[in-house]
């Protein structure tokens, strides 16, 4: 087992390091405020390659592999959560997928320009009614000769009002599978009739990132933009899942060594009693905890990206990764608001931000609780995870081995 960083991967780090202090930084703090986000910050992590970091090349991408993706992720959520948001939906959730359960046409349909950035994906599961019941959809879609006609809503989606396409999972009209209800997935064009979308604004964290719903209303969707067949729905959904948790558990060490930062800077500038804050065991306490946090949630995530390089089945330790390093980074935030006293009260300093930004991430790709009851599932043998019939792309010494 080697733990050594290879040379690509400290090249990909360096880049998004200096793409997060150069590109996402500069006027954070006032678009965090506003409420406001910039789409051009889209255009340029494609022009960057992030959006196609572990596309293979002959799709469009960087060809980089999955370790790759979470060093990316890592390394953008230290900068901000908003632009971890970006990959966790554009290119987990969406372009993931695509790559898992595509065929080899929609692969090269769609792919190539979500690579680099020229198209924006979304991705569209929660409904007002449908949350951590993902499987209580009320979203339909009905076949209408070569096409399927879409009803329904969703909502908290990422990139509602940027994202040229969205992979959508709908209940088949009148569909069911051993008696209960039967899914199918599509890609949604947003140019088609009767596809609407509007913003949701008041949010506690991810300010500066657009969130909103999405509504079909007779929506006619190409039956050639299903994706899998039908009722696999469910079953693409919660692979894209997987690729989302695994980006989540990725962004948020990026979030706790953002903590270190600010705290590790504040400890040495601030003092009291003649000495710095730094000096205090209870502040060094806070420290260590955060460094703990920070070691055990990389190696979690980086096994993680070993497992889906090798094309193994990863549902358990993705959410295990994501469980253990989401409730790290929120520990890691309140402790460095903690460090900070009454500036960390203050959007002066940053810390207000990861705080805020870091309790959103315990709630979606699976709220804390679910993770908390799929982990003691796989230990009393209650949940088991069946073999895949569509695997991603495994990787063999940085080349494309194929898929299942």
Not at 32 to 45: C, F, G, N, V
Not at 103 to 130: H, N, S, V, Y
Not at 305 to 327: P, V
Request: glycine content about 12%; hydrophobic content about 40%.
């Amino acid at each position: 087992m080697d733990f050594a960083p290879t040379p690509e991967h400290e090249l990909i780090r360096e880049s998004a390091h200096k793409f997060g202090q150069s590109v996402i930084l500069p006027g954070l703090a006032e678009r965090d405020r506003a409420h406001e986000s910039d789409p051009s910050i889209l255009k340029k992590m494609g022009e960057a390659g992030f959006l196609g970091v572990c596309v293979p090349q002959e799709y469009g991408g960087m060809g980089a592999d999955y370790i790759a993706l979470g060093i990316v992720c890592e390394e953008l959520e230290r900068a901000d959560s908003t632009a971890r948001v970006v990959m966790s939906v554009h290119v987990g959730l969406h372009s993931m997928t695509l790559m898992q359960w595509g065929t080899e046409d929609q692969r090269r349909r769609w792919l190539p320009k979500l690579a680099t950035g020229e198209r924006i994906a979304g991705f569209g599961l929660t409904e007002p009614g449908a949350g951590s019941d993902a499987s209580n959809l009320k979203t339909t879609a009905r076949r209408d000769g070569d096409a399927y006609v879409l009803n329904g809503q969703k909502t908290w989606i990422s990139l509602a009002d940027y994202a040229d396409q969205f992979l959508v999972v709908a209940r088949l009209a009148g569909g069911a599978e051993n008696g209960k209800p039967s899914f199918a997935a599509f890609i949604v064009d947003r140019t088609l009739p009767g596809f609407t979308s509007r913003p949701i604004k008041g949010k506690l964290g991810v300010r500066a990132g657009n969130t909103g719903e999405i509504f079909f209303e007779d929506c006619r969707v190409p039956a050639d933009c299903m994706i899998g067949e039908e009722g696999d729905g469910f079953r693409v959904a919660m692979s894209a899942i997987d690729h989302g948790r695994y980006t989540v558990a990725a962004g948020a060490v990026g979030l706790i060594q953002a903590c270190l930062d600010a705290s590790v800077t504040y400890a040495h500038d601030r003092t009291a009693g003649g000495e710095p804050i730094g000096k205090k065991q209870l502040v060094q306490q806070m420290i260590a905890s955060m460094v703990q946090g920070r070691e055990v949630g990389r190696l979690l995530y980086q096994k993680v990206g070993w497992m889906k390089n090798a094309g193994l089945r990863h549902t358990r330790e993705c959410s295990m990764a994501k469980w253990t390093n989401c409730a790290a980074a929120f520990d890691a935030a309140n402790k460095a608001v903690e460090i900070h006293g009454a500036y960390g009260y203050s959007d002066e300093f940053p810390v207000e931000r990861y705080f805020r930004n870091s309790r959103g991430a315990m709630i979606y790709e699976g709220t804390h609780e679910i993770h908390t009851l799929m982990q003691a599932e796989y230990e009393l043998g209650y949940r088991t995870d069946k073999p895949l019939r569509h695997n991603l792309p495994s990787w063999r010494s940085g080349e494309l081995a194929g898929s299942a």
